[in-house]
């Protein structure tokens, strides 16, 4: 029930936030003086709609998304009323049709600024010094956290009937004991005791010593098998090795809380990492379809391949049952994010094309002028429609190629 909830409210805030995104446009254009003739959230039939003014609203009865109506965004177009030509949007300076068009983007990256402040001064943000490379773990004290089992091949998946159970377990350490010895020889940090497990055959007995609350204390287990590749080449091929069935607590601590000031700069911070993290992920777009179609004929799915809205919602679900809020509300501002930057790529029929076109009018009207030349006029839209068919199919085919996937073979972040 849980899940089917976080589902229902993530497909929600994807609803709201696209239908404010539309909303940027509407509110925009209106301060500027344009006509704004329609605002609908959804699409397809007419639930519910009523007039205000010269702007009808409504409710359609496909909640994907949401739309509005501004008169002459183009100078092709052919349904503006001889009344309404001086509004028409296409007559505006360029940068209030900037303004209107990356308001929708905007709108979005203000609902990611204002959760992420939000969660900096209540549940933090993610910490930027946290360990993250593989050196930067190794170097920690070995602090552990238990396994329930040690999976006995080089898999990242859950305990299965029939795994070994876990030997720090089963010798009797707990969460938080930090591993100072093995069989005698000192351990200072995580590093040196998965050297040092790698030094010992599975299935031997070590000697184990460690700290708790202070306390030192000793213990002895037998080792599990399980296999790795090289510590030095984690590409490398896989042998078999010893297992504690342990992993890492890091001394450093996994979010940052901040004061109300202190958010706009930790927000600003993590902005700036998110946008780095948008831009790879991007460009790694085109390199993920051959992983998104093994996935949909049934491969593994790699949890770093593209998702789409049902994904996401799916995603949203599985927070909210195992009540993991704080990353539900990091994958809303992820997704905001995204289609904020998304938007703005210089592609029609996205916003970002027209925004490109009008500055192309623009600085092409100003070398036209430099060279005492007859101003080319707009740009023709039609002449356009091929490139923006080809974006609209090769698009609406990669939509359909991730939602057939997070369908079939969705990313799954907790073990069921």
Known sequence: MAYLLGVALFALAILVSVSLHEAGHMLTAKAFGMKVTRYFVGFGPTLWSFRRGETEYGIKGIPLGGFCKIVGMTPQDDDVDPADE???????????RTIVMSAGSITHFALALVTLWILAVSAGLPNPNFPSTDAEV???????????????????????????????????????????????????????????????PPGSTAT???????QPAQ????????????LDDPEGAVTPVAALG??????????????????FGGTADFTGEMAVGTYHA?????????????????GERDVDTPISVVGASRLGGE???????????????????????????????VDGGHIAIAWFERARSWVYARLRRPDPGRVDYFKLMPFT????????????????ADVVNPITLFSR
Do not use: H
Not at 208 to 214: F, L
Not at 282 to 298: D, F, M, N, Q, Y
């Open 86 to 96: 001086p509004r028409a949007m296409w007559r505006y300076p360029v940068w209030k």
């Open 138 to 200: 190794r170097q920690e004290p070995a602090v552990v956290a238990l396994s329930d089992c040690v999976v006995p091949d080089n898999t990242n998946r859950a305990c299965q009937p029939g795994d070994p159970a876990s030997p720090a377990a089963q010798a009797n350490l707990r969460n938080g004991d930090r591993i100072t010895s093995l069989n005698g020889q000192p351990i200072n940090n995580y590093g040196e005791l998965l050297t040092g497990l790698r030094n010992l």
């Open 208 to 214: 184990i010593g460690y700290v708790r609350d202070g």
């Open 219 to 230: 213990t002895r287990t037998v080792l599990a098998k399980t296999e790795r590749p090289p």
């Open 246 to 263: 342990v992993g890492l607590i890091p001394s450093t601590p996994t979010r940052v809380t901040y004061g109300p000031i202190g958010a």
């Open 282 to 298: 991007l460009l790694r777009i085109p390199s993920k379809v051959p992983a998104l179609w093994t996935a949909l004929t049934g």
């Open 319 to 349: 927070f909210v049952a195992n009540d993991a809020w704080y990353g539900f509300f990091l994958l809303f501002v992820s997704l905001n994010f995204f289609i904020g930057v998304f938007n703005l790529l210089p592609l029609l029929p």
């Open 389 to 404: 068919y080809a974006v609209i199919l090769i698009g609406g085919a990669f939509t359909l190629l991730t939602i057939a």
